[in-house]
């Protein structure tokens, strides 16, 4: 279960984990909460996992796609998004306006008022997760094939959840592998990475715990749909403590979105029936923040088997 910060850790001291990794410029401030930039040190120990997920999911052939950290407007419309977490959600506004307008424009700020109020809605959102904008990418292309297609993806993504933990970021990347079929192919892949993911944590020698999930729904309807995910078995976490002892922070989610994006975006397997999808969701800072967490911020003195299986 959840254990102790381990002997060599950084001690309990008055400042926050976030103000040791500022201070070890292994994040960088920005001046907004949730914002940061990455050192070099966190990038190599964010290739090192990646280079771990590969070697445990590599072996399946899935199809690499990476998409840029947005989205179409009308696809994320499309997805319900907003039916669920539309606290979460970021758009993209833009200056359309007429040179009179940009006048006007360039005054407001210079008098520090809202110029963003005349700024127009673009085609494009923030991508929310990593496989939002694969479904109809996937289904433009026909049918599925009998054996069903598996995807390995890798974005940024945004939510707009401001927050001194540094486990809860604004702008932060996900991998994912999708696999989309028949609802047998689709369990048997997450049955699999719920394995498979608690394997590649062990491997890392971090302590951790799996649960359903427990997702932030907006509003009352938000009540019944988490009540929903969690009767139903849906989604699934891999839980290790970062920023409390108390609260662990999910690292890896294991989702099983029945023929909700099916059904949305018309994709369909080789016999004609609404394909099912399922995603496993690698939280890229919140495994770097764990592993930063429980052997401290000076990574010459990991464990040597750590730093091998990150390539350190
Ligand atoms: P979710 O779609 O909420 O299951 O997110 C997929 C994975 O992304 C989670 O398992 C987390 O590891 C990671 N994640 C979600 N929200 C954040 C956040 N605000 N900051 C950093 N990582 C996050
Ligand atoms: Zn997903």
């Known amino acids: 279960m959840l254990a102790k910060t381990p002997a060599g850790a950084a001690p309990a001291t008055g400042t926050s984990f976030l103000d040791e990794l500022f201070d070890r410029?292994?994040?960088?401030?920005t001046g907004v909460d949730g914002l940061y930039g990455r050192s070099g040190l966190f990038e190599a120990?964010?290739?090192g996992f990646q280079a771990l997920v590969t070697r445990h999911g590599g072996g399946d052939n899935a199809e690499i796609v990476r998409f840029p950290p947005a989205m179409a407007r009308d696809v994320f419309e499309k997805?319900?998004?907003?039916?669920?977490?539309p606290q979460l959600a970021g758009t993209v506004h833009c200056f359309c306006g007429s040179p009179a307008d940009h006048l006007a424009l360039m005054q407001t700020i210079e008098q520090k008022g809202d110029w963003t109020a005349g700024q127009q809605a673009s085609e494009i959102v923030l991508?929310?997760?990593?496989?939002y904008p694969l479904y109809p990418t996937a289904a433009k292309r026909g049918a599925l094939p009998a054996e069903g297609r598996l995807?390995?993806?890798?974005?940024y993504c945004f939510r707009h959840e401001p927050s001194k933990d540094p486990a809860r970021q604004q702008f932060f990347r996900?991998?994912?592998y999708v696999?989309?079929?028949?609802?047998?192919?689709?369990?048997?892949?997450?049955?699999?990475?719920?394995e498979r993911g608690q394997a590649l944590i062990a491997e890392l020698g971090l302590p951790f715990a799996?649960?359903?999930?427990?997702d932030p729904f907006f509003g009352r309807t938000g009540k019944m749909l988490a009540v929903n995910q969690r009767d139903q078995r849906l989604k699934f976490e891999l839980l290790i403590s970062i920023e409390s002892e108390e609260n662990p922070t999910a690292c890896l989610s294991f989702n099983y979105h029945q023929d909700h994006f099916g059904k949305t975006f018309g994709l369909t397997t080789a016999d004609g029936e609404v394909a099912h999808t399922a995603c496993v969701g690698f939280g890229h800072e919140r495994v770097i923040l764990a592993l930063l967490k429980h052997y401290g911020t000076d990574v010459a003195r990991w464990p040597a088997s750590v730093r091998s299986a990150l390539g350190l």
């Open 45 to 47: 120990i964010g290739d």
């Open 79 to 85: 997805s319900g998004y907003m039916k669920s977490f």
């Open 25 to 29: 410029g292994l994040l960088i401030e």
């Open 179 to 194: 696999r989309m079929g028949t609802p047998d192919q689709v369990t048997e892949f997450r049955a699999s990475w719920l």
């Open 127 to 131: 991508t929310p997760a990593a496989c």
């Open 151 to 155: 995807f390995d993806l890798m974005s």
């Open 174 to 176: 996900m991998r994912e």
């Open 210 to 214: 799996v649960d359903v999930a427990n």
